[in-house]
C-alpha cells in the first residue's frame, strides 16, 4: 500500500541549512509536497515538484527528487526561528477519479539560536 | 491563491452530540476535500466532496458517522454525528486549485477546526 515515511525531529541553528528527508511508495505519483504547520495553524502550501524533475528552487526552499530511490528532500538555507514548525511530506495518489494525498507523520523543526 | 475559511475554528463539545463545520471558498472550485488530523498525527482523507454527487468515503470512515454536503462550487460542510472523545481532533477541508494553471493537481488547505469532546 501506500506510505510516506519522514524522521519525526530535527533541531539546528539559527542560520544553517535544514534538510528535511521523505521517503515514498508509490512511483507513480506525478506531483510529491511539501506543507508546512506553525503551531494551531491549518497546512501551508510550501512548494511541489512534479515527477519528472530532480530538484527546484524556490529563494530558500531547493527541493530534491531521486525518483529511482522513491526519495524527496526539502532543504531550507539560512533557518530562522519562524521556520520551527511541522513540516509534511505528501504524495498524489489517483484513485476513484481524483488525486489523494497522502501524508507522511511529520518532521517538527526546531530552530535555536 | 483562493480563500478558503473554516467555521468554527474550534469548539468544545460533550459526548452524544454532533457538530457540523463548515467550509467556504472565494472560488468555484470542482473538488473538496476533508481530512482528519489526531492528536500528534498526520492526515488521513476522511472523504472527497464533489458538487452534485454523493461523498466518496475513504476506508474506515462511513457516511452515517461523517455526513457530508456539498451544496454548490464553494461550499461543503462536514457533520461528526454521536461524538466521543476519540473523535477530538483538528477536521480541515482542502480544495482543488482550480483558479491557477496547473492548479488541480495542487490542494490548499483552511486553517482547521479543533475539536475537543468530553
Known amino acids: 500500500g501506500e506510505d510516506v515515511e519522514q524522521s519525526l525531529f530535527l533541531s539546528v541553528r539559527e542560520g544553517d541549512s535544514s534538510v528535511i528527508n521523505c521517503t515514498y511508495t508509490?512511483?507513480?505519483?506525478?506531483?510529491l509536497y511539501w506543507y508546512k504547520q506553525e503551531p494551531g495553524a491549518g497546512l501551508q502550501l510550501l512548494t511541489y515538484?512534479?515527477?519528472?524533475?530532480d530538484m527546484k528552487q524556490d529563494q530558500r526552499l531547493t527541493v530534491l527528487l531521486n525518483k529511482k530511490d522513491k526519495h524527496l528532500s526539502l532543504r531550507i538555507a539560512d533557518t530562522q526561528t519562524g521556520d520551527s514548525a511541522i513540516y509534511f511530506c505528501?504524495?498524489?495518489?489517483?484513485?476513484?477519479?481524483?488525486?489523494?494525498?497522502?501524508f507522511g507523520a511529520g518532521t517538527r523543526l526546531a530552530v535555536h539560536p | 491563491s483562493a480563500v478558503i475559511s473554516q467555521k468554527p475554528s474550534r469548539d468544545i463539545c460533550q459526548r452524544g452530540t454532533s457538530l457540523t463545520i463548515q467550509c467556504q471558498v472565494d472560488?468555484?472550485?470542482?473538488?473538496m476535500f476533508w481530512y482528519r488530523q489526531q492528536p500528534g498525527q498526520s492526515l488521513t482523507l476522511i472523504a472527497t466532496?464533489?458538487?452534485?454527487?454523493?461523498?466518496?468515503?475513504e476506508s474506515g470512515f462511513v457516511i452515517d458517522k461523517f455526513p457530508i454536503s456539498r451544496p454548490n462550487l464553494t461550499f461543503s460542510t462536514l457533520t461528526v454525528s454521536n461524538m466521543s472523545p476519540e473523535d477530538s481532533s483538528i477536521y480541515l477541508c482542502?480544495?482543488?486549485?482550480?483558479?491557477?494553471?496547473?492548479?488541480?493537481?495542487?490542494?490548499?488547505f483552511g486553517a482547521g477546526t479543533r475539536l475537543s469532546v468530553l
Open positions: 482542502s480544495v482543488e486549485g482550480d483558479w491557477a494553471p496547473g492548479g488541480k493537481n495542487i490542494q490548499y
Open positions: 508509490d512511483s507513480s505519483s506525478t506531483y
Open positions: 515538484i512534479f515527477s519528472n524533475m
Open positions: 505528501a504524495e498524489t495518489l489517483f484513485s476513484g477519479g481524483y488525486n489523494k494525498l497522502i
Open positions: 472560488s468555484q472550485v470542482t473538488m
Open positions: 466532496a464533489n458538487q452534485g454527487s454523493e461523498a466518496t468515503y
